[in-house]
């Protein structure tokens, strides 16, 4: 390695010019045996440190976006969950949705791929550079109601909730919310309307969710309304995906079903 090239390194890596640090020696060897000019030279240098830049933007976003796990859309088995609307799934991965800033409701019982589905949305989103975040519904309550007491409210409803393009609530309806927990997610239903887009999975049928928000029913169709403006709703009907593989083994009957959480 000559002196000029490790003085290179060291400016490249004193200006954060990662990408180029990394593809300068393959670069500046092709552009050698190719003649490139040094317009040319210079352009695929920034191109190097653009692209590295974005992946690692992309990288960022997915870990700090909170997934359980990493989920794509190539792993959901459609051939097992048959009451998945292929389609209709296929085509929200275009993601025009965040864009418009409009919703995604999955409903359907438990183990169709609600969730997975939710993920595999959300993780496509990362890798388009949209801020992200993944929650349960009984998390996000839960940390709203704790910044409530300790007087950060409005700091952790911004942080939280206001502050990404796409927000995405798993399991509405699975544990039941109190009088306050339920006016805490409609506070989050308002502040997004029609300036973030969410995905959220239920269980429920939306005749049931006020069920969930402390049977509230006035409080639940004023939320619905928002929710449903501008909404995709994706109904998938099935076995649980979960339990496909013990009854491979034999270990439960094809009628078994599964508990309702």
């Given at each position: 390695?000559?002196?000029?090239?490790?003085?290179?390194?060291?400016?490249?890596?004193?200006?954060?010019?990662?990408?180029?640090?990394?593809?300068?020696?393959?670069?500046?060897?092709?552009?050698?045996?190719?003649?490139?000019?040094?317009t040319d030279f210079l352009e695929e240098l920034l191109v190097a440190e653009r692209e590295s830049r974005r992946a690692r933007?992309?990288?960022?976003?997915?870990?700090?976006?909170?997934?359980?796990?990493?989920?794509?859309?190539?792993?959901?088995?459609?051939?097992?969950?048959?009451?998945?609307?292929?389609k209709q799934i296929m085509e929200l991965a275009s993601l025009a949705f965040v864009e418009r800033a409009e919703n995604v409701?999955?409903?359907?019982?438990?183990?169709?791929?609600?969730?997975?589905?939710?993920?595999?949305?959300?993780?496509?989103?990362?890798?388009?550079?949209?801020?992200?975040?993944?929650?349960?519904?009984?998390?996000?309550?839960?940390?709203?109601?704790?910044?409530?007491?300790?007087?950060?409210?409005?700091?952790?409803?911004?942080?939280?909730?206001?502050?990404?393009?796409?927000?995405?609530?798993?399991?509405?309806?699975?544990?039941?919310?109190?009088?306050?927990?339920?006016?805490?997610?409609?506070?989050?239903?308002?502040?997004?309307?029609?300036?973030?887009?969410?995905?959220?999975?239920?269980?429920?049928?939306?005749?049931?969710?006020?069920?969930?928000?402390?049977?509230?029913?006035?409080?639940?169709?004023?939320?619905?309304?928002?929710?449903?403006?501008?909404?995709?709703?994706?109904?998938?009907?099935?076995?649980?995906?979960?339990?496909?593989?013990?009854?491979?083994?034999?270990?439960?009957?094809?009628?078994?079903?599964?508990?309702?959480?």
């Amino acid at each position: 390695m000559s002196v000029q090239h490790e003085r290179l390194i060291e400016l490249c890596n004193e200006l954060r010019l990662g990408g180029i640090a990394a593809q300068y020696p393959a670069l500046a060897q092709t552009a050698a045996e190719k003649h490139t000019s040094f317009t040319d030279f210079l352009e695929e240098l920034l191109v190097a440190e653009r692209e590295s830049r974005r992946a690692r933007a992309r990288e960022m976003f997915a870990r700090v976006a909170g997934f359980p796990a990493i989920k794509t859309l190539d792993q959901y088995d459609f051939g097992f969950a048959t009451g998945a609307p292929r389609k209709q799934i296929m085509e929200l991965a275009s993601l025009a949705f965040v864009e418009r800033a409009e919703n995604v409701v999955f409903l359907g019982p438990s183990g169709v791929g609600k969730t997975h589905l939710a993920i595999a949305l959300g993780y496509l989103a990362t890798q388009k550079g949209y801020k992200t975040r993944f929650f349960s519904a009984a998390d996000l309550v839960l940390m709203l109601e704790a910044a409530q007491r300790q007087g950060r409210y409005r700091e952790v409803m911004h942080r939280a909730v206001n502050a990404y393009k796409l927000l995405i609530v798993d399991e509405i309806g699975y544990l039941p919310l109190s009088r306050e927990q339920a006016n805490l997610f409609f506070q989050i239903v308002e502040r997004r309307y029609e300036r973030g887009a969410m995905i959220l999975t239920s269980n429920l049928t939306f005749g049931s969710w006020d069920s969930a928000f402390a049977g509230d029913s006035v409080l639940t169709a004023a939320m619905l309304d928002r929710v449903l403006h501008h909404s995709t709703i994706v109904s998938i009907s099935g076995d649980s995906c979960r339990l496909k593989d013990k009854r491979k083994a034999g270990l439960l009957t094809a009628s078994a079903k599964p508990s309702k959480h």
